[in-house]
């Protein structure tokens, strides 16, 4: 799904397309005129970018949208046990429209459980970073322990409105991705490149079937865009990020078609 | 009714921007600022109740995890606490905030009608004890730039200033200004040219009038307006292409040349020699484009935005980024643009504070509000930035130089392009605005007055989310065939785009059907206004409803203007009324060929006269810390370089991901292995000695980058860019025409043609009487094409045990190098270029790199070998052995410090695994190639000297440290 400023859109098909996907990128205006339909299709991918320049705040624009022009197709999505995925920009969105952590009810009164707020470095930043590995989530089966994968962003601090929504996180398996320094230990900054709360970068709703993450899987789709491929010899010809678009064509092909 | 509505964060919760300030404040030298503390400041007008207004604060404009706000229908009071102050800092009345937009479309998908207009703001509340001379200097010097913001003097002030904005009533129908040209003297034209800010010359001012004396009339005020437009520096590139009488003195011999045409008999002839089967198109569109692959070709321009960026650098170079961003849109049917590159040349960022000259920037401030800009605009267009240099000298206080290019992909058969007759004239994107309407200011008094204060110059904000809208959905369009012809409206508004695109059938514009941001502005203000993210297209009217069905679709705005009716006439109206009716041809043939005067006579520098120290390690951390070597970590991670997936060899290489790359490599169609190479050459110290070898070095700087990450020769396509002073001094000239004799020379020697390029002059900074000009700099940016990018090699060292070779001859020649500069010294010996080697030496390294013989391979610049093989060390996490004495050394020195710290060009550090020693040496048995030493488990460098004398020593660690310092901010 693209709006104005969403920008990592054609990459991200790519990554979905080369994991046996068929792909439409939807521009957010043809939802709602009503030219294409959401129950068409499988997984829903808000790739990266600034939507709307991050004006205001990072994915706000896009996530009401969202939430309250699209508020019942997103849950039907939803309940039909359907994927989603949410990158950067687009995991800011999931969060503001309150989709992630979940779970997603039209007309909530409480929106936002957490937030994704300005780094602690007070920049842009695109770097790569390691994560650990863990929770309940579709999108991660059967990954290795840790992976290497770029974020690219200012505004990707989780914070949990309270230590309950902490809690459930932990108690539910919803943490998937955390940030690590190499050898698997607590990082420090640059290694937690934001400053997020436990080191999170990614998390999952309580059914598993939503990810959202601040770093960027489809930009380690292909090994040679791994920063020093130079020294690593041979290698298979895909990377470290491309068995989370595998995972998702693989749900869909076994649970859904 | 209005609404002010006031956002902070929490308590504990960090306020990234508070914190920058502050931290800005202490660059200022100001410590009595113990915290800050940002406030984000909305005002909504409009029929809208509080239970509405609380609604849009906690849904859309405020983040109640970690966000507090208050919201009133009063002005805010004023914090009275003692050692407290408070500034709020809003934009002019004018100045485009894109997010005053944005808020209201999402009070729009709220479901709440009834706002009518959305102002910003922000308020710093500052914790110290400061003077009152000290809080103007935060204001002026951290806070804002006078030139796009000002500081709101009273809270109750913000409710009617920012709120009663740039409204003006719309414009009656007036008649079309005339003006008095006809009989006046050589003088009053010359008056008329100035008054009206129109920087023509007596001799064009002569051709003009009597091209109106022969049609018995005189011209209107628009007319006037769009002939100094096209004749214009920036639009028709007088110097180079006019005559020029250059004078070479040597000694009490001279001789004088007379060169017609610059520009035809350098850099263009180049390419006409060569004349290469892979360049589609060359000079005449907005971007050059070559062959990529069966189905695409490629495109790349680079185009300078200096002025703007000295008064305004987050504006100058945001907006400098987004057209040439236009330029690669408008090139050909439309090309989709695939990277960007940037480069800075900036005064010293520790210059001190006392010795700015009145009204310039400190650089620091230059520097971060350029890199700012640059960030804000690439990032958000989704364009890596992959490639860039940033050049440091004094010179440039006054006028940094901001070159920014991109690179564009475009499917074959789009490369050319050519308007019908009777296509509608379709402007798309931004709206039109007094946004730098310079010239338009000679009809009368009140106009000048009214355009200055209103206009406040060539400085606007950008909006990228605008210019992708316009970029996503005109490559659908291009790609339904729904247009003919395509160009950016970049300097001279529709002026220049309209002229360019009619220049053949003509055009007729109605002026009052282009979209205005505001009502009021003047027939001739919308003409010459350069409000950005605009693009101009014809589009046969058949297609008309399709396109409209695109358009709507991403919500991006269009109108028809006229129609290109074969007349070869440039007609203007404005409600009917005709404001102008002007030959086209008169327009683009009618310009006098200038002739200017050139000397140069080779400038006298004081000779080096120090010993070589025993060691050299103090020398080499000096040099690593240089401003003009160290590295560039902290700009290059605020650029986004890996978006679109098409990276392949990033800015920054090696284990920990902080080496110095060469060229950078990608790949602009995944699923494919060819890629391209993108590299810059610059070296301004080098125009102190000889602007030829200036030239010529940044052609060999460009194309040996791209030779270090396995690129070759035989499609690789230059641009140029010259920055100058002033070219009406002879002097400036002189070393403009040599420079430009070195491009020829070297583009033809290299087999690389030029395929586009651009000049900038008059960056000359009037100090109170004083002129001080930048140094004659000339930009060389090449573009390679790689046939398999899985072949490419990066600069950091491999593995202990590898074998060091240098390739390519080191002369004596350290003359504008940075170690000479360390001990104070320009003069000595200018390194030139010996093509014939250089080119054995490129064609035999890129054998050996597609052979897979090369672990890694860095180019040698400034600071020659010494800098060259620290970096490789540290890059790569491992230490180093170096002989000197072993170098290939083609000079007659006896001193260490000259082998290891010549800038000789062509030359390379390769590292080669020991199993393919015999195969490489073979590969590169004709040219000069050496092993000198090796790669070593412990983590540090040894230098040995011409007598085996251990010269010098040093930690990797130390050295990336020292490297690593300067520029961390």
């Known amino acids: ?257 | 009714m209005i609404w002010r509505i006031e956002i902070k964060e929490k308590p504990g919760v960090f306020d990234s921007v508070g914190a920058g300030v502050r931290h800005d404040i202490l660059d200022l030298g100001i410590s009595s600022v113990k915290d800050v503390r940002a406030v984000q400041v909305f005002l909504l007008e409009g029929d809208i109740d509080r239970k509405g207004a609380e609604r849009i604060c906690r849904e859309l404009l405020v983040d109640l995890v970690v966000q507090d706000y208050t919201l009133s229908d009063r002005p805010a009071k004023a914090a009275a606490r003692k050692g407290m102050s408070e500034v709020e800092i809003a934009y002019n009345p004018g100045v485009m905030d894109p997010v005053e937009a944005s808020t209201l479309k999402g009070i729009h998908d709220l479901g709440i009608s009834g706002v009518t207009a959305v102002r910003t703001a922000r308020k710093y509340i500052i914790e110290g004890a400061l003077s009152p001379k000290e809080l103007e200097v935060i204001k002026e010097k951290a806070l804002m730039n006078k030139i796009v913001q000002h500081s709101v003097k009273r809270p109750e002030d913000s409710f009617k200033s920012m709120l009663v904005g740039a409204k003006e009533p719309a414009l009656n129908t007036p008649e079309p200004l005339k003006v008095k040209m006809l009989g006046l003297s050589d003088k009053a034209l010359v008056e008329l040219s100035k008054k009206g800010q129109l920087y023509l010359n007596l001799n064009e001012m002569k051709v003009i009038q009597k091209h109106f004396a022969g049609l018995k009339r005189e011209p209107t005020d628009i007319e006037l307006e769009t002939l100094a437009q096209t004749w214009s520096e920036h639009c028709n590139h007088k110097t180079f292409r006019g005559n020029i009488a250059y004078t070479v003195s040597e000694g009490k011999k001279s001789t004088t040349e007379v060169i017609q045409n610059l520009l035809k008999q350098t850099i263009v002839k180049a390419t006409n020699t060569l004349n290469k089967s892979w360049c589609v198109s060359v000079f005449h569109d907005n971007a050059g484009i070559i062959k990529f692959d069966e189905k695409f070709n490629v495109c790349f321009k680079v185009e300078t935005h200096n002025h703007p960026s000295a008064l305004e650098p987050f504006g100058g170079s945001n907006t400098g980024v987004g057209g040439v961003i236009r330029d690669i849109l408008g090139t050909g049917l439309g090309a989709k643009p695939i990277c960007n590159t940037d480069i800075f040349c900036f005064a010293r960022p520790d210059y001190a504070f006392d010795k700015l000259p009145v009204g310039a920037l400190h650089p620091k401030r230059v520097l971060k509000g350029v890199v700012s800009g640059v960030r804000d605009y690439g990032n958000k267009m989704g364009i890596p930035t992959v490639n860039g240099a940033i050049c440091f000298d004094d010179r440039y206080v006054g006028n940094p130089l901001v070159f920014c290019g991109t690179v564009g992909i475009i499917p074959k058969k789009m490369e050319h392009k050519k308007v019908k007759k009777d296509d509608l004239i379709v402007v798309c994107g931004g709206r039109t605005g007094r946004d730098g309407i310079h010239g338009a200011t000679f009809s009368s008094g009140d106009l000048t007055h009214e355009s200055e204060v209103v206009s406040s110059g060539a400085v606007q904000i950008g909006n990228p989310i605008e210019e992708k809208k316009v970029l996503d959905v005109l490559l659908k369009a291009r790609d339904e065939g729904l247009y003919s012809a395509i160009t950016d409206c970049g300097a001279g508004g529709l002026s220049s785009a309209v002229g360019e695109m009619g220049a053949e059938l003509g055009a007729r514009v109605d002026l009052e059907l282009v979209p205005l941001k505001y009502q009021g502005l003047k027939y001739h203000e919308i003409w010459i206004s350069e409000s950005q993210e605009r693009m101009v297209m014809s589009v046969p009217p058949k297609n008309l409803e399709r396109f409209k069905q695109i358009f709507a679709a991403e919500n991006v705005d269009f109108a028809v203007i006229g129609t290109f009716p074969g007349t070869g006439r440039l007609e203007l109206f404005y409600n009917g009324v005709r404001m102008a009716d002007l030959s086209m041809h008169f327009m683009h043939e009618g310009t006098p060929r200038i002739t200017k005067t050139a000397v140069w006579s080779a400038p006298k520098h004081k000779m080096p006269d120090f010993k070589c120290p025993a060691d050299l390690t103090p020398k080499l951390m000096e040099v690593l810390a240089d401003f003009n070597v160290c590295s560039k970590e902290a700009v290059i991670r605020r650029y986004d370089h890996e978006v679109q997936g098409g990276s392949v060899i990033k800015p920054m290489v090696g284990p920990a991901c902080d080496g110095p790359s060469d060229a950078s490599v990608l790949r602009p169609r995944l699923g494919t292995d060819k890629g391209i190479a993108v590299s810059n050459g610059i070296n301004p110290r080098l125009g102190a000695l000889d602007p030829y070898w200036m030239a010529a070095s940044a052609v060999d700087e460009a194309i040996r980058q791209i030779i270090a990450v396995g690129g070759n020769l035989s499609q690789v396509a230059l641009l140029d860019n010259f920055c100058w002073g002033n070219p009406d001094k002879p002097d400036r000239l002189g070393g403009l025409v040599r420079a430009a004799k070195g491009c020829h020379d070297f583009a033809v020697a290299y087999g690389t043609p030029f395929i586009s390029g651009k000049d900038s002059f008059y960056n000359e900074y009037n100090d109170q009487g004083k002129s001080i000009a930048i140094p004659g700099t000339i930009l060389i940016s090449a573009i390679g094409i790689m046939n398999d990018v899985t072949k490419s090699v990066t600069m950091d060292l491999k593995k202990a045990g590898g074998l060091l070779y240098v390739v390519g001859s080191t002369y004596d020649e350290w003359g504008g190098s940075v170690y000479l500069a360390s001990h104070g010294f320009i003069g000595g010996q200018v390194p030139v270029v010996r093509s014939r080697e250089a080119l054995a030496v490129y064609h035999s390294l890129s054998k050996a790199t597609a052979k897979g013989l090369v672990a890694s391979a860095h180019d040698c610049s400034e600071g020659g070998l010494a800098v060259a093989v620290a970096e490789m060390a540290f890059a790569g996490g491992l230490g180093a052995a170096f002989l000197a004495k072993s170098v290939p050394y083609e000079g007659h020195s006896d001193r260490d410090d000259m082998v290891l710290f010549s800038e000789s060009n062509s030359r390379f550090v390769v590292e080669v695994s020991p199993e393919n020693k015999k195969a490489f040496e073979r590969t590169m048995k004709d040219v000069p190639c050496k092993l000198v030493g090796q790669v070593l488990a412990d983590e540090a460098v040894f230098y040995y000297g011409l007598k085996d004398n251990l010269c010098l020593k040093a930690d990797i660690g130390v050295l990336k440290a020292a490297w690593q310092k300067p520029l961390k901010f």
């Open chain 1, 1 to 257: 799904m693209r709006t104005a400023g969403t920008n990592c859109n054609a990459e991200t098909a790519f990554a979905f397309e080369q994991s046996g996907a068929e792909v439409d990128q939807v521009h957010l205006q043809e939802l709602f005129a009503g030219r294409v339909a959401m129950k068409d299709y499988h997984i829903m991918a808000l790739p990266g970018g600034f939507s709307y320049g991050d004006d205001i705040a990072s994915g706000r624009i896009f996530a009401n949208e969202l939430r309250v022009r699209l508020g019942k197709d997103v849950a039907k999505f939803i309940s039909d046990k359907k994927l989603i995925i949410g990158i950067c920009n687009g995991f800011q969105i999931l969060v503001k429209a309150g989709i992630l952590p979940g779970p997603f009810a039209v007309g909530s009164k409480t929106i936002q459980t957490a937030t994704l707020f300005n780094n602690d470095s007070g920049k842009f930043e695109d770097r790569w970073v390691h994560l650990k590995v863990g929770g309940k989530c579709v999108w991660t089966k059967d990954l290795p322990k840790s992976i290497f994968i770029p974020v690219a962003h200012g505004e990707g601090k989780f914070i949990p409105v309270n230590k309950s929504v902490m809690d459930a996180l932990k108690k539910n398996g919803q943490i998937v991705f955390s940030y690590v320094k190499v050898d698997g230990s607590k990082p420090e900054y640059p290694d937690n490149p934001n400053g997020s709360t436990e080191d999170i970068a990614g998390i999952t709703d309580p059914t598993g079937r939503i990810l959202g993450l601040m770093p960027h899987p489809e930009r380690h789709f292909l090994a040679t865009q791994h920063p020093f491929w130079t020294r690593l010899g041979k290698r298979p010809k895909f990377g470290e990020g491309a068995k989370v678009f595998q995972n998702g064509v693989d749900y869909v092909k076994k649970n859904l078609l």
